[in-house]
Nanobody, 127 residues
Framework: QVQLVESGGGVVQAGGSLRISCAAS????????MGWFRQAPGKEREFVAA????????LYTDSVKGRFTISRDNAKNTVYLQMNSLKPEDTAVYYC????????????????????WGQGTQVTVSS
């Protein structure tokens, strides 16, 4: 089993920045592709960003391109999401997820590709 724990969420004003992190258990973290999703009240879970096992390939949803940056530190078993120029519409619970069989990057845009999920961290952007 893989345990994922998100942290770093909070309340920030529009235009501000926030960095959230996801710490993973296990000795094979470097073999997992990782993704970030978010879910706002009354909406379905939405893909945000994904990163390949070595960080060489990255995907973002169009709404966050140029504002968000996903990264990973395999030595620390941690994935990060740096969020800049935050907008009220970014308000959501942010979840990280691990894909233990990362054969394709594009498939990481869908929740069904992932094997494990964290509990989520709340990000609230006020206007």
């Amino acid at each position: 089993q893989v345990q994922l724990v998100e942290s770093g969420g909070g309340v920030v004003q529009a235009g501000g920045s926030l960095r959230i992190s996801c710490a993973a258990s296990g000795r094979t973290f470097s073999r997992y592709a990782m993704g970030w999703f978010r879910q706002a009240p009354g909406k379905e879970r939405e893909f945000v960003a994904a990163i390949s096992v070595n960080g060489g390939r990255i995907l973002y949803t169009d709404s966050v391109k140029g504002r968000f940056t996903i990264s990973r530190d395999n030595a620390k078993n941690t994935v990060y999401l740096q969020m800049n120029s935050l907008k009220p519409e970014d308000t959501a619970v942010y979840y990280c997820a691990a894909d233990l069989t990362p054969y394709s990057l594009m498939v990481l845009t869908t929740p069904s590709a992932y094997d494990y999920w964290g509990q989520g961290t709340q990000v609230t952007v006020s206007s």
